[in-house]
């Protein structure tokens, strides 16, 4: 089977190279008969550029995950590595299915949170409670949601509004989970 990744960097390869392609019909375009073919041939390629840097950040993005799964679990843990992993591709208990793009109803998280340790303790190096940990992160979330619902609706491309979409929701599923997990460590942010 196909890893992702080997579909990603082919893709990126090939953006490039067509991206190369259209620079050059463009130069020889210059006439001005050919105004309305050359202002196709440039969305074509700005379309393009987009594409390109696309892939090239999940690939950027592939790497780093996988540093991460490197350096704080394994990678028996996850099996093979998604693109973009996260709460998307968590299977939830009570035969609700892979969540997809849903934020999953409060009594989903509080089932699938229940087996989780009801104190933490952190080390003492000055990075504070759990529950104050999770309040920040819980102020960055929604700022993230904010502004990627500010992207989404603001966006002209559609590439770029699909995505951001897609990342709005994800961060939803975030802010829902975080928020649960405030509720169970006494974060004061949590009801916000």
């Known amino acids: 089977m196909e890893r992702m990744i080997t579909t990603v960097e082919e893709l990126k390869r090939l953006e490039a190279k067509a991206e190369k392609e259209y620079r050059r019909l463009l130069k020889k375009l210059k006439d001005p008969e050919y105004a309305d073919l050359r202002a196709l041939i440039l969305r074509m390629a700005i379309d393009t550029a987009f594409h390109k840097h696309l892939m090239e950040a999940l690939e950027r993005a592939y790497h780093e995950s996988l540093k991460l799964v490197d350096e704080y679990g394994t990678r028996e843990d996850v099996g093979e590595i998604a693109l973009i992993p996260g709460l998307p591709t968590m299977v939830m208990p009570l035969g609700f299915g892979a969540i997809g793009a849903r934020v999953p109803p409060e009594e989903i998280i509080e089932e699938y949170l229940k087996d989780f340790p009801t104190e933490v303790v952190l080390p003492e190096n000055g990075d504070g409670k759990l529950g104050e940990l999770l309040g920040e992160y819980i102020k960055l979330q929604e700022r993230m949601l904010e502004l990627y619902d500010r992207l989404s609706r603001r966006a002209f491309h559609p590439v770029v509004r699909g ?24 974060t004061h942010s949590a009801g916000a």
């Not at 990342?167 to 829902?176: D, L, P, S, V």
């Not at 928020?179 to 460590?185: A, I, N, P, S, T």
């Open 163 to 186: 995505l951001a979409t897609e990342i709005k929701r994800n961060e939803e599923q975030h802010g829902a989970i975080l928020k649960k997990l405030g509720e169970r460590y006494g």
